[in-house]
């Protein structure tokens, strides 16, 4: 109860910008196009968040957070479709397996991984998720209905605008309050010097695989609704280059910055959604070709991100 | 029966693999002791020194032997200018940041080159410059076979290995890379341009990928401008394997590798391949995370 | 801060606006294909075959075509994306495309679910029309399923080609070629012959010698090789290259200028089940050849010719439709029957698949000339 006490304001601004949503929704002011991509600029924060938990504030370079969000997709599609669970009231329960899945998959993976340094880490979860992506690539042989390299289809549509808000906000609003505890500092102090962290008496071990696993939760939890949003799933969603949109949106956002991750998370989507209604068919190529540009010039010029508090040394 | 000859042709098949990706290995390997950065976008430089001979051998029609310096000049001068243009800026900022931007360099060259205007996303048929012969040989009762291509590839591969150590052991630059590779700060105090030394290694990296590219065309006629990105993650796993940093880790990882991954396509299924490589790395990691040949330290 | 929420909302405001209601002269079609991404060239085949099919209907159609492309980047939630966007932002009426099954799967189920009626030229995944027992109304394609491809294939195998033992080599993470590779086996081991190897690859693989050396010890009569052209060509040196001297067969994906280019001598000599043949002597054929020719200076593939059809398809029945809505266009177009296309008479079936013959191709030295034909 105090946790929501606390959090009052957050509350009624989210419960405003919801209000505004289902008028402009229900009203059929913008289409279903537009209402579809809105939902999942959320998903996409909450993804984003979690690689933001594991990254921006603990500092663990991860390239397979994609890897994440695909577990927590499958198992809850798996679920939905194998226990024929179809009313939205499941959705809480397959959307808590998704991401408990995921992050014990990431827990179970954590313990060796995690001692390893920024590159080397980043390169073994990059490796994992590539095996993932493989994995369900193969999925058919374990059970038809994962499909395989075929997709999983018919899942059923249980995201809604409601059901996604009020996941998201939740979570955003518990990531939030854990930032600010023990914890929250805990990863602060890695992130800044590990070692400094670990004399003055702090688990790291614990604390890195604790903000590992839980930001995998997150992406999982997001996966989950992303498969009821969608209602198909190929592997080839979850590889390396969807890591890396995570990835540009936490930077952009500023590592640890909850809200510049929602920002960052709003203008990416829009951005690239926008870009297929703006840019006529022949230069849509180009895309991929100005985004890592983007990459490296935000990295020379604000090494710690657009919205973050540091500026870089240039 | 024929089991034993189907086990070397088998290894002979790794090993041919294992060259390439040694190649490859040694760049990023060189670069890490230099800089202890993971250059992600050496897959890339990899692609281009692949393309580079494609374009030199049929628009030109150089031949072979002129292809292979060639391609190895311009690759030099990719990596020269990729560490000049994105490395240089940031060599004081946070590691991250250069990680995110080799990231960034990677991507941006695979698909600055897929456009239609520069390199095409298609999938491009090498030319191979000779026809494939295969010699069958027949060692203590066992009959195996193994063709030009093979013989060209490890001839390529050692001579090149011997130029390298011949740079870095018996040249006055090649003592300063490993001067600088050994502790920067000394290296610099006694007076060894360390700009000069880190593009001169990049150089050197970049044109063994390039000799790397070549082969791979060469080996598997097709290229592709995101053929760098696999060989690319498995060479890096490689030099790790190898013990990051040591010249010498790096051929031994690279052919490990790739007879590993080989025999794993061989005797269970082409799917798991590129499992093995993470599960190695994941062997590595756990029991002796400085590599092979690495010496122990506390961290990696 | 503030504002990107202003700009946001105004951008979204913007979008509100868009068209609606068609006037009565133009009907939109919406195009959903590859432009950008890993099987791009297919998309602009796709492309091109559509606008000429618009032009062709533009000289003598009842309506005005607003054509309204969308790239799906053959990736499905792009795909799924795309779709809605043209069908609840764009308004259009029906749509052609997608091109690969990995983004026809989803869309079919989205125009389904929004009653818009689409008809995809290549997509051959079963699933694209009929899914989880039910039939997805509103979807037809103009190509056969692989279902029927393996069927063919493997009967040319058994009778023509006499072979009693096969390997498949296949791309597992490629659905088409994963699913073509299972049919084939199914009725080949059907006819009693043996499939002494299926093994599998990964799209990204162009070391093939630990798989071959592999087959090779089985010593197969045929190799079936179920996958796109750029890596049978690939495959089928490495083949030849390890001396191995079974006879290759293939589907629909070999079909490609670029197969003799890259595969050279070592494709040579080898089969494949096709949609339609270059040489087929045929003036629907022949006239669609020699505009794309003229226009794109190559002859188009099959990816092109069955666009070609698909869209044709399409714009036929909008003109024999009662009014140009979803609705009665679609019952058109669930009666189809002995359209001729470039691509053969097709017609659909009760499930929206096409029924046609199958033609049988071989690769010589300069192209492709055909063999036979497999009726239904």
Known sequence: ?314 | ?300 | MKTTLCVVTALCLLFCTGGNASAKDTVKIGLITPLTGDVKTYGESVKNAFNIAVEEYGRKGKYTIQAVMADDRNDATEGANAALKLITQDRVTAIVGPVTSKVAVPVSEIATQHRVPIVTGTATNPKVTFSDGKRKSYVFRACFIDPFQGVVAANFALKDLKAKTAAVLYDVSNDYSKGLGEYFKTTFTKGKGTIVAFESYQKDDVDFSALITKVALKKPDLIFLPDYYNKVALISRQIREKGIRSTLLGGDGWDSPDLLKIGGSAITGGYFVNHYSPDRKDAVTEAFIKKYKARHGIVPDAFAALAYDAAGILLKALDAAKRPISEEILKVLAATRDYKGVTGVISFDAKGDAIKSAAILKVDKTGFTYVTTVNP
């Open chain 1, 1 to 314: 109860m105090r946790f929501l006490l606390e959090s009052r304001k957050l509350i009624l601004l989210a419960a405003g910008i919801y209000v505004v949503l289902k008028l402009l929704f229900n009203l059929g002011i913008v289409s279903e196009y537009i209402q579809q991509i809105t939902i999942y600029v959320f998903i996409v924060v909450l993804a984003a968040t979690g690689l933001n938990v594991i990254y921006g504030y603990t500092g663990q370079f991860s390239l397979g957070h994609a890897a994440f969000y695909g577990i927590g997709a499958y198992t809850s599609a798996y679920l939905v479709k194998t226990l024929g669970l179809d009313s939205v009231f499941a959705l809480p329960a397959t959307l808590l397996a998704g991401g408990i899945m995921a992050g014990l998959v990431a827990c179970v993976i954590g313990i060796p991984i995690l001692r390893l340094r920024d590159d080397f880490l980043g390169i073994a979860t990059l490796g994992f998720g590539i095996l993932v992506r493989v994995f369900f690539d193969n999925s058919d042989r374990i059970s038809e209905t994962l499909g395989g390299s075929r997709g999983f289809t018919g899942i059923a549509k249980l995201t809604s605008l409601e059901t996604t808000f009020v996941v998201t906000v939740f979570l955003l609003i518990v990531t939030r309050n854990i930032i600010s505890s023990r914890y929250g500092l805990f990863w602060r102090c890695i992130k800044d010097d590990e070692t400094a962290s670990a004399s003055i008496g702090i688990d790291t071990t614990r604390m890195k695989l604790m903000a590992f696993s839980y930001g995998c939760f997150l992406a999982g939890v997001a996966g989950a609704l992303y498969a009821h949003l969608y209602t198909f799933l190929h592997p080839s969603n979850f590889d390396f280059l969807k890591s890396i949109d995570f990835l540009i949106i936490v930077i952009l956002g500023g590592m640890g910055n909850i809200a510049g991750t929602i920002w960052a998370g709003l203008i990416w989507v829009g951005f690239i959604e926008g870009l297929r209604i703006v840019l006529p068919s022949n230069i849509l190529d180009l895309r991929w070709v100005f985004i890592p540009l983007l990459l490296i010039g935000l990295m020379m010029w604000r090494p710690y991100g657009l919205m973050s508090r540091k500026k870089g040394h240039g």
């Open chain 2, 1 to 300: 029966m024929e089991h034993a000859s189907y086990i070397i042709s088998q290894v002979i098949n790794g090993l041919q693999l294992g060259a390439v990706y040694a190649l490859i290995a040694l760049g990023y390997t060189m670069v890490y002791g230099i800089l202890r950065l993971i250059n992600f976008a050496h897959g890339d430089i990899f692609m281009l020194g692949a393309f580079f001979a494609y374009f030199l051998i049929s628009r030109f029609g150089m031949p072979i032997y002129l292809v292979f310096f060639a391609t190895m000049a311009m690759c030099a001068l990719a990596g020269y200018l990729m560490e000049k243009l994105a490395y240089k800026p940031l060599r004081n900022a946070p590691k991250i940041s250069l990680l995110i931007t080799a990231v960034g360099v990677s991507l941006f060259l695979e698909y600055f080159c897929s456009l239609k205007a520069v390199f095409t996303p298609d999938y491009i048929g090498f030319p191979r410059p000779f026809e494939v012969k295969t010699y069958d040989l027949s060692l203590g009762g066992i009959d195996f076979s193994f063709t030009n291509v093979q013989i060209l590839i490890f001839a390529v591969t050692s001579f090149t290995l011997a130029l390298l150590y011949l740079i870095i052991y018996r040249t006055k630059q090649g003592t300063a890379m490993r001067a600088v590779s050994h502790d920067q700060e000394t290296a610099a105090l006694m007076g060894i341009n360390i700009d000069h030394t880190v593009s001169l290694t990049f150089m050197v990296g970049a044109a063994l990928a390039g000799v790397g590219g070549i082969l791979y065309g060469i080996a598997y006629p097709q290229i592709n401008v995101f053929m760098g990105i696999m060989p690319g993650i498995k060479s890096f796993i490689a030099a790790v394997l190898g013990g990051i940093g040591i010249i010498h880790g790096a051929v031994v990882g690279g052919l490990i590798v790739g007879v590993s991954e080989v025999i794993v396509s061989a005797f269970l299924s082409s799917t798991y391949r590129d499992g093995v490589i993470f599960v190695i790395l994941l062997i590595v990691l756990l029991v002796k995370p400085s590599g092979l040949f690495g010496k122990r330290i506390d961290k990696v």
